[in-house]
């Protein structure tokens, strides 16, 4: 009986190289069946997030919808939400959209299916509007704690400098760090004969935009997402105490009256 074969350092994970094939076959078979851009977007949504509620340990849940800050403010409409899962939902749409709580939110994560300038765009007015909102609970974290920002797109139509370009152009230290993960880049990105690229994109320091070419995109976002995920929470340290509270600063849960427990 063959025995399990451990993932080496900076070779591809076979389990996640057939996952990643079974993703863009889907995602390709939706646009082989339909022109709309909501049918398609859905499906991109629907097969990342199939992946990651089966991979990411139950500590975890994934959801597309929306957040809300404790003041009342509501998020624009988020495709991923990476949620701490002992929170409860404030609310569950027909479609599986959802209403979160801020505090429950470690990251999110706008997909796309072709990566344009447009596209690339659209990434960088959701993170701007997502830091703002975020800052409401998590102001001065440092360098974990705060909402994790993502993108993935399932193919670039334009070269991975010019996604850096237009991501990082009029950059500002103060603007919220985010990484662009591409499962398959430009054609003319394609620079090697030993398989198919996908790229990582950056700020490096705050400072210089980063770009990475990788043979295994979709293991090295998962184990980003894992590794980071869990420093954020950890940054957190929100025990079950604090999860209460906060609850209950979204919305008071019932009707019965607030009871002196300490009473005789």
Request: aromatic content about 10%.
């Amino acid at each position: 009986m063959t025995g399990f074969q451990r993932q080496r350092h900076g070779h591809i994970n076979p389990i996640f190289a057939h996952e990643e094939a079974q993703m863009l076959a889907a995602v390709d078979k939706a646009h082989s069946s339909s022109s709309n851009s909501q049918i398609l977007g859905k499906n991109g949504e629907a097969a990342l997030c199939s992946l990651l509620n089966r991979y990411l340990p139950i500590s975890f849940r994934t959801v597309a919808g929306h957040f809300v800050t404790p003041s009342g403010k509501l998020s624009p409409e988020l495709d991923v939400m990476v949620m701490d899962a002992r929170y409860p939902l404030l609310a569950e749409n027909q479609d599986g959209s959802v209403l979160a709580m801020l505090h429950s939110v470690i990251a999110t994560i706008e997909v796309k299916r072709t990566l344009v300038k447009k596209e690339v765009l659209k990434i960088r007015k959701n993170a701007s509007l997502v830091g703002e909102l975020q800052a409401e609970v998590f102001p001065s974290l440092g360098e974990w704690g705060g909402v994790i920002q993502l993108a993935f797109a399932y193919r670039s139509g334009i070269t991975v400098d010019t996604v850096a370009n237009h991501y990082f152009d009029n950059y500002s230290p103060d603007d919220p760090a985010s990484f662009i993960h591409i499962l398959r880049v430009h054609d003319k990105d394609q620079m090697t004969d030993e398989g198919p690229l996908g790229a990582h994109v950056w700020m490096e320091a705050s400072e210089h935009p980063a770009t990475s070419t990788t043979l295994a995109p979709l293991s090295d976002f998962y184990y980003q997402l894992i590794q980071d995920g869990f420093y954020t929470l950890n940054a957190r340290n929100f025990d079950f105490g604090d999860l209460g509270a906060h609850a209950m600063s979204y919305m008071n849960w019932g009707t019965f009256p607030c009871l002196n427990r300490g009473a005789t």
